[in-house]
């Protein structure tokens, strides 16, 4: 089964507009944790953003934010002020308490920042 | 040099060969990891090593060989592969295989089988 599903394939946002991510998890732990990536063309994967299961505030880091809502288990991506070097695939991904030696991903999104 | 490197970043090889692809870290992780990425699939986990131990091996095929000879160093050898083996691989580190730690990537080596 999917652990990760991320439903848009490709999404496109005018430079400096905020666009939020999508991103839902199937996992029966009480405890694990989220993780936002980027990948420039280059193959990188580039850490973002991490939550937690039990963090009560939503993660931010700098134009990043992460909308958690627990109980619909969604874990969306939101960049804000758009930058042409957003453009890029971005995973969102999972660590279980059972096997945190798995993280898991999702099929990712392409972004594409419009000038 | 600082972060994961990964060499080398294409390869191109006949079924019938044999090839190693490289990946080093300067960060002080004590876990490394060897994703697959195909086209149009998520990446998929091969292979964790944590302290050097092998602590995960996701059904990989046997053409596949990890080896991991000190904390800083992992090494996946090929041989006969398959074109369906054509992908991208990426090496993971990170400070441990622990819930709330995020890994650190190379830039994969690019692979086709031909």
């Known amino acids: 089964a999917q652990k990760i599903t991320q439903t848009q394939p490709g999404m496109f946002v005018q430079e400096k507009e905020a666009v939020t991510l999508d991103c839902t998890y199937d996992t029966s732990d009480q405890s694990y944790g989220l993780f936002w990536y980027k990948q420039p063309s280059s193959g990188e994967m580039i850490f973002l953003i991490y939550?937690?299961?039990?963090?009560?505030q939503n993660a931010t880091e700098g134009r990043y934010s992460l909308n958690f809502q627990k109980a619909r288990k969604s874990a969306n991506l939101v960049i804000s002020a758009s930058q042409l070097g957003d453009s890029a695939m971005y995973f969102c991904a999972m660590r279980e308490d059972y096997n945190n030696n798995d993280m898991r991903f999702g099929a990712g999104t392409r972004l594409t920042v419009k000038p | 040099e600082t972060g994961v490197t990964q060499t080398p970043r294409h390869l191109v090889m006949g079924m019938t060969n044999k090839k190693s692809l490289k990946c080093e870290q300067h960060l002080g992780h004590n876990a490394m990891y060897w994703y697959k990425q195909s086209a149009k699939k998520p990446l998929e986990l091969m292979f964790v090593y944590s302290l050097e131990e092998r602590v995960e091996n996701n059904s990989v095929p046997s053409r596949f060989s990890p080896e991991c000879p000190n904390s800083s160093h992992l090494f996946l050898h090929l041989h006969t592969l398959q074109p369906e083996d054509s992908a991208l691989y990426l090496c993971a580190s990170s400070q441990e295989s622990g819930l709330n730690t995020e890994a650190f990537f190379g830039q994969g080596t690019r692979l086709t089988v031909v």
């Open positions: 939550q937690g299961s039990y963090d009560e």
